[in-house]
């Protein structure tokens, strides 16, 4: 075999391996562009994915967000039952009150009744022809009054005596019935009949059978007690300094009308209206510390748990 033939086979064979080579060279590359097109495509339908997901949360954080946004009617509900406990709060101050009032009459009415005996009353008109002259209460027993005086005993009703003993007995005090709060309405037991709602039953937007909510209707409860004591207070106040005007005015009129020059009684005159005005002033210094008080107990009045109002 010469030189020409050896060449012209290694050449042969090169060109065989050269397009083996390449055919094997498009075959992988046919197969990476199908991998990738594979790649590609489940990446676009993992991002199709992803952006359905991003919807769908978008729309349950909405809903979720529509859903804890305060209802402006519950809002007002709430408002609405917190005023309710307020208002129930200070008729239950308002009733105790007048609980403890009447029971303050009945027991001085109890002790007018037992320290009266003993009591005298000079000269004590039963009626424009009957004068009891050195009258003194000396007992009181069934409703009967043993006045002793100067001509003997006399027994005379409590119902019919004169004023000035009833006045001191207590007795014409007329006390009306205790008020009493409505009940509210039981819910029917009927068939078909349906039950009307109540405070106790309405929750509104808040559990109030808490704790904290039980704390908060008991502080509520001693705060409008000490804020109606506050008020009554003012009042008293006011009621006093009205009496000490009428009887400064009554003595100035009493001393003008009696048409005395005497200098003493001008004087004593004065003396008296100035320490009625004196007793007034200090009164009404007293009324407006009242009236503070007031107004500072009604800028701590207790805060609902969780609530604005």
Known sequence: MNDGNVWGYLFAFLGVVG????????????????????????????????????????????????????????????KVAIEQLEVEAAISAL?????????????????AMASAPGTEFNDLALSESKILHNAKLQKIEND????????????????????RIKN???????????????????????PGATASPTVSTQKYGRDRDTPEWNKYKADLAEYEKKLLNARLRVQALENEAKTL????????????????????????????????????????RKMDAAMLEVTRMEGLRPKAPDSDY
């Open 95 to 111: 009733l105790a009150e007048d609980e403890d009032l009447r029971k303050q009459i009945t027991n001085l009415q109890a002790q």
């Open 19 to 78: 397009l083996a080579g390449g055919v094997h060279l498009m075959m992988e590359t046919d197969k990476a562009t199908e991998e990738l097109a594979m790649v590609q495509s489940q990446l676009d339908g993992v991002e199709r994915a992803i952006r359905g997901q991003q919807a769908n949360l978008a729309q349950r954080k909405q809903a979720y967000e529509d859903r804890m946004r305060p209802d402006p009617l519950i809002a007002e509900l709430d």
């Open 245 to 284: 005007q009428m009887q400064g005015s009554a003595a100035l009129i009493s001393n003008s009308m009696s048409g005395t020059t005497s200098p003493s009684r001008r004087y004593y005159a004065r003396v008296t209206v100035d320490a009625y005005n004196q007793r007034i002033i200090e009164i009404r």
């Open 168 to 190: 001191r007995l207590l007795v014409g005090i007329a006390l009306e019935a205790p008020p009493r709060r409505k009940s509210l309405p039981e819910p029917s037991t009927k």
């Open 144 to 163: 009967i009054l043993s006045i002793t005086h100067s001509d003997g005993v006399a027994k005379v009703p409590i119902a019919s005596a004169p004023m």
